[in-house]
């Protein structure tokens, strides 16, 4: 019988998409519209663009990376082996997801279901997170 390590077992995960930033941007936009339209209106195409994406965009963790696919096109790579820490800002309604690689640093807004990302961030990555600052 031949052993094998956790890493080799774990499944592709699909994360899920969560509307939940876009609708509270474009919901926001509503009532700013009698206070300051132009305020208003970016708000509300900020928010519609990130419903775009939270349609379109998918992440995947894989075996040994972080996938970025739009529908079947991957495209992105971020191999676990290059990450130096992660972070995910503002628990209580999680906004940003923040991860550093030797050679750059990502910012995403959490368009994606934020407690399977941070699961599978703490299973697939060797660094600990990093403490966000308030």
């Not at 499944?11 to 339209?37: D, E, H, R």
């Not at 900020?46 to 996938?67: K, P, W, Y």
Request: with cysteine.
């Amino acid at each position: 019988m031949t052993s094998s390590t956790a890493s080799s077992t774990w499944a592709t995960v699909q994360l899920a998409p969560s509307y939940a930033i876009p609708l509270v941007l474009v919901g926001l936009a509503i009532p700013l519209f009698w206070v300051q339209v132009w305020v208003s209106g970016a708000i509300a195409l900020f928010g519609l663009f990130l419903l775009v994406q939270a349609v379109t965009l998918r992440l995947c963790f894989t075996n040994d990376a972080l996938d970025v696919y739009r529908g079947e096109t991957l495209i992105r790579r971020f191999p676990y082996q290059d990450w130096q820490n992660w972070a995910i800002f503002w628990s209580p309604f999680p906004v940003l997801f923040y991860f550093k690689e030797v050679n750059s640093i990502h910012f995403l807004p959490i368009l994606f279901n934020a407690e399977t990302l941070e699961a599978c961030l703490r299973e697939r990555c060797s660094v600990a997170p990093s403490t966000p600052t308030p």
